[in-house]
């Protein structure tokens, strides 16, 4: 993570542009250069981080523009009851949850976040009938009461999909989302500004958003602070149109991929729960008594639900799963195998 020093020094100290290491931490570009020894003692606090050299009384105090408040990490040696300082503006970027589909879904926060936001980024699929981008848009026109907002829309970079080659496909695809993220903070959002992406779901389980802003960050050409405004997941959504609980009493729940369902052992498992999974991979279960909860389009007038014994549904599942994506061109379906109580 790039970190922007704001070094408080006199006039004739300052001498351009610098590049240090503090502590163990990663480099920093430092605004104004300075002599003497730093680091000596550090706290976090209201997103910023205030070193202090006590080698040198020439030497300042400066201030650390940082996107992280972490009282955690507070450090003896520096008072942490600082003014918030605002010479130099930082972009803030809000990752919204948006919900499994269900335009009902989105939560008052997100849209005070909508609200908040000078460019909302939309990344493009490229499908021919892109519902996924229409109802970005619609979400934006419903709820945004101002007129004062952008949309930039770009296309998403396609990712490889050797299985044979699955780790490299990801770090290719994250590498090449890094360098487009990075090109609209550059191009497209102002200093002071508020840029937001849509997240399906919520941000935080089974997208690679956060991982992408984080990669941009340590590239250390934008700086920015981000927030992430959770969502209501298919995994919900889920559990709720079929009517039952998530959890049983005493009983685990692990969430995995289609990809690494056959690692997982059913037997220390009695609800599992399986997302992006375009292979079907329940299908290796059948004959083992087991329940399956499955639903597709979640929350979208389109919505597909089946459950049952899995043995008397499995087929029933894949030909709706491949009527719907060939009609759509797409399909996003989340499925819940149990054991029998």
């Known amino acids: 993570m790039q970190l922007v020093f704001l070094v408080k020094v006199p006039a004739h100290q300052r001498t351009g542009e610098s590049v240090l290491a503090i502590n163990d931490r ?65 972009k803030q970027i809000l990752l919204i949850g948006m919900g499994a589909g269900d335009p009902e879904q989105i939560t008052l926060q997100a849209i005070a ?28 026109q419903r709820h945004i009461t101002h007129q004062d907002y952008r949309l930039v829309q770009v296309q998403d970079p396609r990712r490889e999909g050797d299985p044979d080659a699955y780790e490299r496909g990801i770090e290719s695809w994250h590498e090449q989302r890094a360098a487009l993220f990075e090109r609209l ?11 937001a992406f849509l997240v399906w779901g919520d941000p935080s389980l089974y997208d690679s958003t956060m991982r992408i802003l984080d990669r941009v960050l340590a ?8 927030q992430v405004i959770p969502g209501i997941t298919s995994v919900q959504s889920l559990v709720a149109q079929h009517r039952i609980p998530l959890n049983r009493i005493g009983e685990s729940i692990h969430i995995t991929t289609g990809r690494r369902l056959a690692a997982a052992a059913l037997e220390q498992h009695s609800n599992i729960v399986v997302m992006l999974d375009a292979q079907c ?14 639903g597709a389009y979640l929350g979208t007038a389109d919505e597909i639900l089946v459950s049952g014994r899995l043995d008397d549904v499995c087929e029933q599942i894949k030909l709706l799963r ?9 399909i996003m379906d989340t499925y819940l195998l149990r054991k029998p109580a």
């Open 281 to 294: 991979t329940f299908e290796r279960y059948v004959g083992q008594g087991l329940d399956i909860y499955w």
């Open 185 to 195: 903070l550059t191009d497209e959002l102002g200093a002071d500004q508020v840029g």
């Open 113 to 140: 976040a909508l609200n908040r936001a000078d460019v909302i980024f939309i990344l493009d699929k490229g499908y021919v009938d892109d519902e996924l981008l229409r109802l970005r848009k619609a979400l934006c």
């Open 26 to 90: 990663q480099p920093v570009v430092v605004v104004h250069q300075f002599v003497g020894r730093v680091g000596d003692s550090c706290c976090f606090t209201h997103g910023y981080v205030v070193f202090s050299s006590c080698q040198n009384d020439n030497v300042p105090d400066f201030q650390l523009q940082c996107p992280v408040a972490d009282k955690n990490h507070l450090r003896s040696g520096v008072s942490h009851d600082l003014p918030q300082w605002s010479g130099y503006p930082m």
């Open 322 to 330: 491949a009527e719907a994506r060939d009609r759509r061109g797409w």
């Open 219 to 226: 590239r250390g050409r934008e700086t920015f602070e981000y």
